[in-house]
């Protein structure tokens, strides 16, 4: 079935930077989800994409809808320790319906 | 209040065992879904219910067997127990079945099947 390719599988950075992730598929989707993963809970929704090319800002969140609809990624500015956690993209194709498919996950760890 | 919400948190069995895993929605959606995460944070969809009408079964063994009393629930019933089993279950729910549905996902259940 399709795959999600996200990148990088980790990230290990300290408070206040900047951190970037993407995802990429082979195929064309409608919608690009991010959603976070706190241990020990479910993935909670950040931000949703629905249009190609869209770019669109959750407080110190910003992900975009790539022009081909084959990728995304989420931007996080100035980073604190509580952004630690899984970060997943996920996607529905055009003739998916309302089945997600999931990227592998970003881990990121945040030191103080 | 609890949008989506699952019973067992944890759940410890043997091998061979059957159990099940409850899912409730709050939310008032149509949709609700199971999803597996694997030791690698891996998340892979199993089963999706649309008012209590099953329209997405993955290659899912037949162990495994999804039951809607209603809208709002959806149940998780597993016979014979693997090893392979253990891992963590999602439910999750959205408002349709269309691609502009977001889906909110319930706290997960931790199964260890030993």
């Known amino acids: 079935g399709q795959q999600l390719n996200q990148s990088p599988q980790s990230m290990f950075i300290q408070e206040g930077e900047d951190v970037s992730m993407n995802c990429t598929s082979s195929?064309?989707?409608?919608?690009w989800l991010w959603y976070k993963q706190d241990p020990g809970e479910g993935p909670v929704l950040l931000i949703a994409l629905y249009k190609a090319g869209e770019l669109t800002s959750n407080g110190r969140l910003t992900a975009q809808f790539g022009i081909t609809r084959k990728d995304s990624f989420l931007n996080i500015s100035a980073s604190i320790p509580s952004d630690v956690g899984i970060y997943f993209c996920?996607?529905?194709?055009?003739?998916?319906?309302?089945?997600?498919?999931f990227g592998e996950g970003t881990q990121l760890t945040v030191n103080p | 209040d609890t949008a989506v919400s699952q019973t067992p948190k944890y759940l410890v069995t043997q091998m061979g065992n059957d159990k099940s895993i409850k899912c409730e929605q709050n939310l008032g959606h149509d949709t609700m879904y199971w999803y597996k995460q694997d030791s690698k944070k891996f998340l892979k969809i199993m089963f999706s219910y649309n008012n209590k009408e099953l329209i997405i079964n993955e290659t899912v063994p037949n162990r495994f067997s999804p039951k809607s009393p209603d809208k709002a629930h959806l149940n998780l019933h597993i016979n014979s127990l693997e090893l392979g089993d253990s891992a963590v279950y999602f439910c999750?729910?959205?408002?349709?079945?269309?691609?502009?549905?977001?889906?909110?996902f319930g706290p997960g259940t931790r199964l260890t099947v030993l």
């Open positions: 195929s064309i989707f409608n919608t």
């Open positions: 999750a729910s959205s408002r349709g079945q269309g691609w502009d549905n977001e889906q909110f």
């Open positions: 996920a996607g529905q194709e055009e003739t998916s319906g309302s089945r997600l498919t």
